[in-house]
């Protein structure tokens, strides 16, 4: 009887063993895919997206930027949080010396937020508020220095019909009061050539 009962004792001590090893067994599964789950979650999908927008920037009352472009979606669970338009943007920007606004068309356009820099490729065209057209694939805009460039070749074309190609890109102030272009050439109607020294 005695040998029994200490038969049950130790059964029933097997099977606590069993259930206890279960236990760690099941906890550290767990924990295991847990640690994998985390691995694998994606955070560089858009956090907001945007269908049609149309955002104004303003600054005392007045229309500083209109930006338009059917899609725009911010990347901000990352560590460079970034703003993207794959499918383009139109934008005005207004200066206090001109009534017409400069204008921007591009056919993607991308925005990384903490270095304050923007990019757009794709036909990328610029109006000025003073009239000048520039053409390009590609322009980088560092808005912390003020500074567009681009490595592309660049058109530009005036209201008077002078024409500036730019073959190895530019560089030049964001608000396009000066700018250079490398190994340019161009035609010029004769009233806007510097006159010759005697």
Known sequence: MKDYYSKIFKLKTSQRFILLLMFFLIQSCEEDIAKVSNEKKKTNFASQVIYNGNIIQKDSGQVKVNFRAPLIEKYELIDSPYVEAKKGIYLE?????????????????????????YF?????????????????????????????????????????????????????KDDFSEYTFFNNSGSFTSSNLPATSK
């Open 120 to 172: 757009a490729k794709g036909r990328v065209k610029i109006i000025t508020t003073e009239g000048q057209t520039f053409v390009t694939e590609t322009i980088n805009w560092d808005q912390n220095e003020h500074k567009m460039y681009t490595k592309d070749t660049v058109f530009v074309s005036d209201k008077d019909g002078n024409i500036l190609v730019g073959a190895h890109g530019m560089v030049a």
């Open 93 to 117: 920007f207004f200066d206090k010396k001109s009534k017409e606004p400069g204008k921007i068309w591009a056919k993607y356009a991308r925005n990384d937020i903490k270095k304050n820099f």
